[in-house]
């Protein structure tokens, strides 16, 4: 009851002395504490914030939604500019993220987006429903066919979300109205799709079928014959493979990338490159490729003379690998999800996905670095050296390995190794 009491008496003295100051309260001898909120308390997108993109991030949307994790803050899709049924802000989120913008800050939270979205684009944050909303400008506002070609750019990639019917008007959508963030709106999307190819034909018109079905299930999909719906999509190849995309000769590789998430259904892409000059937003497919959703989890994609692509799946997520490394393919390589806490850590988790060992008597002799968020790495199951090196290699660390005992000893590197 005493302290109480005494942590009273100061409020009061320290109100009264500073008369229309806030209110400060004593916490030891010579330290006195404002009793005030925060700036970034009160409006946290005005935090001070420091963005750095890792390589899987590829498009602005997902920078976005990096940014705003955490932040109770989440996109809103402008429900006031839309274009045949497809919300504006989709032309932004679908872009490639800029190098320039890989690393950006210290910054305000909000200026970080602003600085992402560019100067077509008006920022707002709400209190009221803790979103963020992405406007286009009336002065950068493309008018006619331009608009039209820049719909069709963004239709069907994954950040690229459709008003909903009953909501369409020449205003767009009623302003009370938004769609939760647009990757769960992209997979409740592709579950209506799946339950359309289910109805008989008399229940669906070829019209409304080609906007229902993903654009590599078109063609086909209606037998001329009965008018009704194939089992199996018609082979677009010679040797029986059916073609589901096809890649562009001259193509950027962020698009095809973007193609490949969009159509296959591709939740991760890890960019595991060991050649660190090779700029992601710089690099173009080197010929037109055919590529089945069947074929990319079998084997590799040539995409140009340095870099092959495939898919591994792992439970229900499927994880699209771009490497430079010939020997990773999809028969022997698996993600490996690097975790926060220190590099020591991480390296004994490797161990035991391996089933190696460290030895207990100097088997770490190197110093430990920390590892604060977590990022997937791709690594060989039957190449226990390829796995360490793509741990360590943003570290001075080698790890020494015994195949004869399966143990590995972690030692520092020499730098000019």
Request: negative net charge; proline residues 5%.
């Amino acid at each position: 009851m005493r302290y109480v009491l005494l942590i009273a008496l100061t409020l009061s003295v320290s109100t009264g002395w500073a008369g229309q100051d806030p209110v400060t309260i004593k916490t030891d001898r010579y330290t006195l504490a404002l009793m005030e909120p925060t700036r970034t308390s009160v409006n946290p997108l005005q935090t001070v914030v420091t963005a750095a993109f890792a390589t899987n991030i590829i498009t602005i949307g997902e920078a976005v939604d990096e940014v705003l994790d955490g932040t109770g803050y989440r996109v809103r899709r402008n429900a006031d500019q839309t274009h045949r049924g497809i919300y504006l802000d989709s032309i932004l989120l679908n872009q490639p993220l800029p190098a320039a913008h890989r690393e950006l800050g210290p910054l305000p939270l909000i200026e970080i987006l602003q600085v992402i979205a560019g100067s077509s684009w008006t920022v707002k944050g709400s209190d009221l429903s803790r979103t963020v909303t992405f406007s286009l400008n009336d002065a950068a506002a493309p008018l006619g066919s331009l608009l039209d070609l820049l719909v069709d750019e963004v239709d069907d990639l994954a950040y690229t979300m459709r008003a909903p019917t009953e909501y369409v008007s020449t205003q767009g959508l009623a302003a009370e109205h938004y769609e939760p963030n647009a990757t769960t709106s992209r997979r409740n999307e592709a579950g209506s799709q799946n339950e359309t190819r289910q109805m008989g034909a008399e229940m669906v018109s070829d019209a409304n079928l080609k906007h229902s079905l993903p654009l590599r299930e078109v063609a086909g999909a209606i037998s001329p014959e009965s008018g009704s719906i194939a089992a199996e999509p018609v082979s677009a190849q010679a040797g029986g493979t059916e073609v589901e995309i096809t890649l562009l000769e001259g193509e950027s590789l962020v698009s095809a990338i973007m193609k490949l998430q969009s159509g296959f259904s591709i939740d991760n892409v890890v960019y595991s490159v060991r050649d660190k000059s090779l700029d992601i937003n710089r690099l173009t497919i080197s010929d037109d490729i055919d590529v089945s959703e069947e074929w990319v989890h079998r084997q590799s994609i040539e995409l140009n003379e340095l870099l092959t692509g495939f898919v591994v799946a792992a439970g229900d997520e499927n994880t699209l690998i771009i490497t430079d490394n010939r020997s990773l393919l999809p028969t022997n390589t698996v993600v490996f999800d690097v975790k926060p806490g220190s590099v020591q850590s991480n390296a004994k988790r490797l161990l035991a996905e391996l089933g190696w060992q460290m030895p207990f008597k100097d088997g770490w002799q190197a110093q430990d670095y920390p590892i604060t968020s977590s990022f997937p790495i791709a690594i060989s199951r039957e190449d226990p050296r390829q796995a360490f090196s793509e741990l360590l290699s943003e570290y001075p660390i080698q790890a020494r390995l015994n195949p004869s005992t399966e143990t590995v000893n972690f030692v520092r590197r020499n730098p000019n190794q």
